[in-house]
């Protein structure tokens, strides 16, 4: 069974520093992996959506990496901003269109 | 245990037929979500709900489709007239108060997957 985790749990950075988030999958039979943004009380918002050929993703400051074969994708934000604080989830979906989410890491910027 | 339920599980139509999917979210859960997921596009929010009341359908095709909650128990999703490229698994997902705890905590529903001929 496909297992999602995301490290750190929590993360709190001083405004403009540049961050890493990640996200590590249990089985590489992926079809695609996306990051999310989760507000609190609104919908998941796509950030990237990286297909399983694909190595990288990128979208304004923010960069999504993947490496299948170890099972591992990242999520860089550069010069972070105190509007990027949000939950950032990452979830697989495998070839039979299941998808698995991680339990996702609170960020706080901090102004 | 509490779960979000969602009707049809299956549903397969013909294009410019009318469907419409249901969803009962937890009960005492204020927020109710749809989303559409492709292999394509992955998940994509369509619209949200907050008391009943719609807060946002940004992510929804205003022209054919519209969303309701005629009651606390009940959400609806309708596609009139529907289209092929509409095939889709459809989630609902409900979330407590945020008052209440849970961090803004998602429960998902199974899902409709519906092909549109």
């Known amino acids: 069974k496909q297992e999602v985790t995301q490290i750190p749990a929590a993360l709190s950075v001083p405004e403009g520093e540049n961050l890493v988030l990640n996200c590590s999958f249990t089985d590489s039979a992926i079809y695609n992996l996306q990051w999310f943004r989760q507000d609190p009380g609104k919908g998941l918002t796509s950030l990237l959506l990286i297909q399983s050929s694909q190595r990288e993703q990128t979208s304004g400051r923010l960069n999504a990496s993947l490496d299948k074969s170890s099972g591992r994708s990242t999520l860089y934000i550069a010069a972070s901003q105190p509007g990027d604080s949000a939950t950032y989830l990452c979830a697989v979906i495998t070839g039979a269109n299941n998808l698995f989410f991680g339990t996702g890491t609170r960020l706080t910027v901090i102004p | 245990d509490a779960r979000v339920t969602q009707t049809p599980r299956h549903k397969v139509t013909e294009m410019g037929q009318e469907v419409t999917m249901r969803c009962q979210p937890i009960l005492g859960h204020n927020t109710v979500f749809w989303y559409r997921q492709t292999m394509m596009q992955g998940l994509e929010l369509l619209a949200y709900f907050r008391n009943r009341a719609p807060l946002d359908d940004s992510g929804m095709p205003k022209d054919r489709f519209s969303a309701e909650m005629p009651d606390a128990t009940l959400a609806t999703l309708k596609i009139q007239p529907s289209e092929p490229r509409d095939s889709a698994v459809y989630f609902c997902?409900?979330?407590?108060?945020?008052?209440?705890?849970?961090?803004?905590?998602?429960?998902f529903g199974p899902g409709t997957r519906l092909t549109v001929l």
């Open positions: 997902a409900s979330g407590p108060h945020l008052l209440a705890g849970g961090g803004g905590t998602q429960y």
